[in-house]
């Protein structure tokens, strides 16, 4: 009965948000019992590692980052000019400007050519695999659109179910890095489609995903 | 730039920097990278100037700024989607940004906090949108459940439940991976 009660309030008996009496109750349980003491024992060391993920997984901006922004908003909010000018004059320069490849694991040099390469992959099934979409653009764009098109039985991360995902985003000048972690949830593999669009241009890459 | 736009950039500035701290966290906590919080944070910030009047009326500002940012985040959440471009050098690739966790002198000990870690995120990332913030603005940055309510206008049942799916779930995950030991 008193496990089960553990089991049942362990949030509210780890956040002591319990009355007086079974506080008191708990405590004398999970001193005798070695289950629930193990029960309270992980939740600990969850609660813990959660504390620390705080810390350790938040970035440091850079030191004149507050300042920069402080006065960006202030020129902004009182001019408005929010970055118009790189919307004009466009056009058709998006195929000369912009190279796509594809990198797994390391970073590669950036090509030469400003025709998209062919690419593959090997995935096991049930096995995440993280691969580097690279988008290098000789100038800044921005509300650019992406969408991944997903072969049948590959997933991405985060978007369980899902064949097509469709984001905006903006790339700033030189290399930019799209990480999709993928899933091959069936042996039957594809090609998984990468589209930019910006105005009314597009590009697109394509990889042919094999799953062994 | 007039007198008049002086003293309203320096009131802007000594208003805001006290908050400037959490409402960053706060801002990478919503949009899960460095890129994105900060466009984030900084559309909030240019959002916010616009509104000094209601700013400077303000007894506990950080809240109020909290809300604007989470109600603009939630308006524009397909921009700050987590899977975004971003620029970046090689030494920025994913899943290196946790490899500066800092030591305590114990190569072993620290290679095993760096591993739990680093499923605890691939735990977290597997949450839905709504639960992983909630475990994280409570368990990793310390907010109270009425702070929650008052930043996501939900109520208090509400956000606690998440929190307690939340929880539930990163047990399962974690258990089946054997990371979170009792030891």
Known sequence: ?????????????????????????????????????????????????????????????????????????????????????????????????????????????????????????????????????????????????????????????????????????????????????????????GELLATLRHADDDRSFRVQVEVI | MTSVDQHQRASFDALLRPHLDRLYRFAFRLAGTKPDAEDLFQDVLTKVFARMDDLVELEEPGAWLCRVMYNHFIDGRRRYARQRLVSVSEDQLPEKNLESLPGKLDPVRDAERLDNIMQLQRALDSLSDDHRLVVLLHDSEGYKLSEIQEITGDPVGTIKSRLHRARARLREILAAEGTISGA
């Open chain 1, 1 to 189: 009965m008193t496990c089960d009660l553990i089991k049942n309030q362990l949030d509210n008996y780890v956040d002591a948000q319990l009355d007086v009496a079974d506080m008191q109750l708990l405590d004398e349980h999970t001193a005798h019992c070695a289950d629930c003491q193990e029960v309270l024992d992980r939740e600990r060391v969850l609660r813990a590692s959660l504390k620390e993920y705080g810390d350790s997984s938040m970035p440091q901006p850079d030191v004149a980052f507050f300042d920069r922004a402080l006065a960006k908003a202030a020129q902004s909010g009182t001019k408005r000019q929010r970055n118009r000018w790189v919307m004009t004059g466009f056009g058709g320069a998006m195929a000369a400007a912009l190279v796509l490849w594809m990198i797994s694991g390391t970073l590669l040099e950036a090509p030469e050519f400003a025709e998209p390469t062919m690419a593959s992959i090997a995935m096991v099934i049930e096995e995440p695999r993280t691969v580097n979409l690279v988008f290098s653009t000789a100038i800044a764009l921005t509300d650019a659109t992406m969408t991944v098109t997903l072969p049948e039985g590959i997933e991405v991360m985060g978007f369980q179910g899902q064949r097509e995902i469709t984001w905006m985003t903006s790339l700033g000048e030189g290399k930019n890095v799209l990480p999709l972690t993928l899933i091959a949830t069936s042996p039957l593999g």
